[in-house]
T-cell receptor, first 110, second 113 residues
Framework: QQPVQSPQAVILREGEDAVINCSSS?????VHWYRQKHGEAPVFLMI?????EQKGHEKISASFNEKKQQSSLYLTASQLSYSGTYFC???????????FGAGTILRVKS | GAGVSQSPSNKVTEKGKDVELRCDPI?????LYWYRQSLGQGLEFLIY????????KSGLPSDRFSAERTGGSVSTLTIQRTQQEDSAVYLC???????????FGQGTRLTVV
């Protein structure tokens, strides 16, 4: 049931864009995105709910294709601070019991 | 408190000993979660508390693991007869409702020697 994230890792230069994908084989109620820096706790980025509602930060954008059970996180004009491991968590029932993907390591170079 | 608080931050224990890990969620948050993160790995769901409902224990890896949440607030994760494979960072998170963002604590790094 673990969602599949792609790519596993990506290296960018400052200012470049990236897309991180998350797909599930199960019908999803919501998709949650978190970023974790080394040695730190995961930090919330965005929630995408079935039906189109989104909760998140203004500078982060994401999409949720309910039919395909896929979500994508869009990182534009990347900054050094974007570096970290990005996790998507999928929730099947609306209870926020999240099953996380293996993560995508993002590294932004100057 | 301002955020989710976990204690201890680090714990080294001998194989076979029992350990208790504590989580103090954000005041007013009804949902509380425990996750485990092994070195370089993703987040593995362990257990989920929501209000006064029976907890979802489906992620506990064995009967050596148990957790309780007293008074709808503080939670304790107990690992009995610890094994080396239990070594990981144990993360607690809480959210106001099940569909709100979850705030994670800094975790407890457990090392079983």
């Amino acid at each position: 049931q673990q969602p599949v994230q792609s790519p596993q890792a990506v290296i960018l230069r400052e200012g470049e864009d990236a897309v991180i994908n998350c797909s599930s084989s199960k019908a999803l109620y919501s998709v949650h995105w978190y970023r974790q820096k080394h040695g730190e706790a995961p930090v919330f980025l965005m929630i995408l709910l079935k039906g189109g509602e989104q909760k998140g930060h203004e500078k982060i954008s994401a999409s949720f294709n309910e039919k395909k059970q896929q979500s994508s996180l869009y990182l534009t004009a990347s900054q050094l601070s974007y570096s970290g491991t990005y996790f998507c968590g999928t929730d099947l029932l609306g209870g926020n019991k999240l099953v996380f993907g293996a993560g995508t390591i993002l590294r932004v170079k100057s | 408190g301002a955020g989710v608080s976990q204690s201890p931050s680090n714990k080294v224990t001998e194989k076979g000993k029992d350990v208790e890990l504590r989580c103090d969620p954000i005041s007013g948050h009804t949902a509380l979660y425990w996750y485990r993160q092994s070195l370089g790995q993703g987040l593995e769901f362990l257990i989920y508390f929501q209000g006064n409902s029976a907890p979802d224990k489906s992620g506990l890896p064995s009967d050596r693991f148990s957790a309780e949440r007293t008074g709808g607030s503080v939670s304790t994760l107990t690992i009995q007869r610890t094994q080396q494979e239990d070594s990981a960072v144990y993360l607690c998170a809480s959210s106001f409702t099940p569909t709100d963002e979850a705030f994670f604590g800094q975790g407890t790094r457990l090392t079983v020697v």
